[in-house]
């Protein structure tokens, strides 16, 4: 295992590394059972195999080297970090560890309990010192898009550099301006970390290498979901490759990515599939699912379901729109693309957020789904009450939606569980009685 091959590197940036490596000798475990087990599995998994491995590790020496050399290392919780400018630099953006209930009750010495697991989560491997990407990072982007956030970061900042963009609520023409303005204000606040100014042209290296990977990621994203009769790779696994591509080197994952893809092109053509005919398809909508949060996929999976897409950060929303580079010659044109690409996320943060409910409609239909599962953490408050509109959207299509809310305790694994057999069951009975009825 990477962590001990690189104690004393570890030990330096201050991670508690015995603790460090017990998590992580568990997570890989966890990952060895779930994952490793599949039958079938592409031979391009390997590598996301030993990426799971060395990630604390490997990846971490590499991240570490950078810093070295006085390039920037930026940790994050959120996709509204541009990225862009942070490549750019030369440095590496990366997400932050976030989604294990075994940091929880520490961060609960300095969080209230009431709140979203991811941002207890993170705040708690702070605390811990048990998260190697935070402890490397020159600073963590913080960003004020929920209530929760936006207040945490205050806390967190006792503990650790943090930079927080002020991303509006609303899209409004003088909102977009102000974003465009704090767009600007990252790549200054990247300058004063490096020392030294960051040209246009390093800005749109950054971008194209970027670019690359979003296209990478929506090919991984067409081949796993648009083919209904067959799927050459598991949910869980086209998951974990997306969750792998929030702190792998974006050079190498894209190049990772497109070879996986080109032999996932050649299973659809051999008509290869994991999972067997008329198996349900469900799309998956909602809040980020940060490694090691699996339980839903397993959930799905391990019940004869199959998940060919991620409506979420961790997923479609992430990699659906790129920066158009087109025409751009000056840096104000150049921030004014960014900001562009940016403003199209669509959290549920926003509002009004109505393109996010017209979307989901027409990945569901371009697709050919059989349902959806409308995922929410528990204390999300946006995205638990944006619930509401998008269900009754899908309702008036007559798509098929369950509602789960959970957080990372296994607790309610089971519960899920017996909630999404029922609903696949009730997809699998539609789906027989409309053949019946064709026939
Ligand atoms: S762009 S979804 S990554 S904010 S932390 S909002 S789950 S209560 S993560 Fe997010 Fe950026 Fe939006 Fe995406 Fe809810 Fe928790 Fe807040 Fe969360």
Known sequence: MGVEAHRELLESIDVDVDRHAKMMAAGFEGYKNQFMSQENRPEGMKYFDWLMSEMQGERIAEIN????????????????????????????????????PAT??????????????????AHGFKLQRTCAYTQSADFIYGETTCEAKKKSW??????????????????????????????????????EVTGKPLSLEEMKEGTRIINEKREALLRLDALRGMHPEIMPISGKDAL????????????????KVNELCDELEQRVKDKMSVFKEDTPRLMILGTPFAIPNWKLHNAVENTGGAVINEESCIGHRYFKDNVDLEGVSDEDTFLERLM????????????????????IVQMYKDRQADGVIYYTLSFCHTYNVEAHLVTEALEKEGIPCLVIESDYSPEDAGQIKTRVEAFLESISFKK???AFKNK
């Open 154 to 191: 205050e806390i967190l900042s006792k503990h650790h550099p943090v930079h927080v963009m002020n991303i509006p609520h609303m899209k409004r023409e003088k909102d977009l301006r102000m974003w465009k303005e704090e767009i600007g204000d990252f790549k200054k606040h990247i300058e």
């Open 65 to 100: 080297e950078l810093r070295k050399a006085k390039k920037p290392a930026v940790g994050t919780f959120c996709i509204f970090v541009p990225e862009e400018i942070v490549t750019g630099a030369g440095g590496a953006c990366y997400g932050l560890c976030g989604g294990s």
């Open 432 to 434: 027989k009685a409309a």
């Open 240 to 255: 974990f490759v997306i969750q792998m591509g929030f702190l792998d080197d974006p050079v190498r994952y894209t190049k």
């Open 340 to 359: 562009e690409r940016y403003s199209k996320i669509d959290c549920a943060c926003f509002t009004p957020n109505t393109p996010r409910t017209d979307k």
């Open 104 to 121: 929880i009750a520490d961060a609960e010495t300095e969080l209230p309990r009431n709140i979203c697991p991811l941002i207890k989560s």
